[in-house]
């Protein structure tokens, strides 16, 4: 069973509440009416009732598991103005203000997430990367704990990327263009947990860099080493490489060679690059290259999971976003082990 099949099938076992804001797309509506259709999840569409209704009808997508909601027209769109006057008053945000706000698809549907009528949500098909996680940020918050919000793909393959690991966590792709020390750690830390829920295994870190154990010298260099130092003082227990090159990470001969005594001794499954041209160029170079599937960009570092699409998305990559997510809210709510 490749990991995509164990995802689907963890969703499947307890399907959560999912919110898709861009409820007019094609995109959006196929992969909703699939997800619903095969018991993935329950699915909220946001937008104008009337023409998602008349969408859904006329591809003959209508399923009980779908539900529509239109903010024009919704019960709990007074609520949901308060709450959001309440978290944005520091701002100057007036009650007015946020009656006109809510109204907005994608703030709307991150209330339903605050405020627990969702388990999840996904956005991004039509929206910004900067829009959803900044309406992320500021309605739902951060994970106690967490410093930082930031990215990652799933990369998939049905050949092995290396010594039989068919699925490797790349971060972050998305969102921290150049991470300080710090940022890189929190970056790191939220990819092994994002490994642990979602991969079946444990996290084997290893940040990128163009040197291995200190075979170039260099501040980009110095960056890297500093987040690996921290890494392991906050995690003693994780396997964790840094600096080292992509080559030592993956391959256990390089490995052996480059940096002997290596924690993670050429099979990682976490890569953490050391800036966001690092992270693209990486991601779409083993999509595009080397034939692997990227799901993502997911995000991490949030109270609740909220995912991110690619505006170039196609209706499948929204329908395995969904199931990611499906399965992030089902170890929030601790209602379904990671692992089963």
């Known amino acids: 069973m490749s990991l995509l099949d164990a995802i689907l099938r963890k969703a499947r076992l307890n399907p959560m509440r999912i919110v898709l804001c861009e409820g007019d797309d094609p995109r959006i509506l196929e992969a909703a009416h699939k997800a619903a259709a095969e018991g993935l999840a329950r699915i909220s569409l946001v937008g104008d009732g009337e023409r998602i209704a008349r969408a859904l009808e006329h591809h003959g997508w209508s399923d009980p598991h779908i539900e529509v909601i239109d903010p024009q027209q919704s019960s709990l769109a007074p609520s949901f103005a308060q709450e959001l006057a309440r978290l944005r008053a520091k701002r100057g945000m007036s009650l007015q203000q946020a009656e006109a706000a809510i109204l907005e698809p994608l703030v709307f549907a991150m209330l339903l997430l605050r405020l627990g009528h969702v388990d999840g949500s996904v956005a991004g098909a039509v929206h910004t990367t900067a829009d959803v996680v900044r309406n992320a940020i500021q309605i739902i918050g951060m994970k106690p704990g967490t410093k930082l919000v930031s990215s990652f793909f799933i990369m998939l393959r049905d050949e092995p990327f290396h010594t039989n690991a068919h699925a490797l966590i790349f971060a972050d792709c998305g969102l921290v263009i ?55 003082a906050r995690r003693p227990g994780l396997a964790v490489d840094g600096d080292i090159q992509l080559d030592a990470a993956i391959v256990p001969q390089v490995a052996q060679s480059k940096l002997p005594g290596s924690q993670v001794a050429g099979q990682a499954n976490v890569l953490v690059f050391p800036n966001l041209d690092a992270a693209n160029i990486g991601y779409k170079l083993t999509e595009r290259l080397g034939h692997a599937t990227a799901i993502g960009p997911l995000l991490q570092g949030l109270d609740k999971p909220a995912n991110d699409l690619s505006r170039g998305c196609n209706a499948n990559d929204v329908y395995n976003a969904i199931a990611v997510t499906v399965v992030q809210a089902q170890g929030t709510r601790g209602q379904t082990p990671y692992g089963v």
């Open 178 to 232: 150049d991470p300080d020390a710090d940022e890189l750690a929190e970056i790191a830390m939220a990819a092994a947990d994002s490994a642990t829920a979602l991969l079946d295994t444990e996290p084997r870190v290893a940040l990128l860099s163009f040197s291995t154990g200190g075979s170039a010298r260099h501040g980009c260099v110095d960056k890297v080493r500093q987040a690996a130092e921290q890494l392991r």
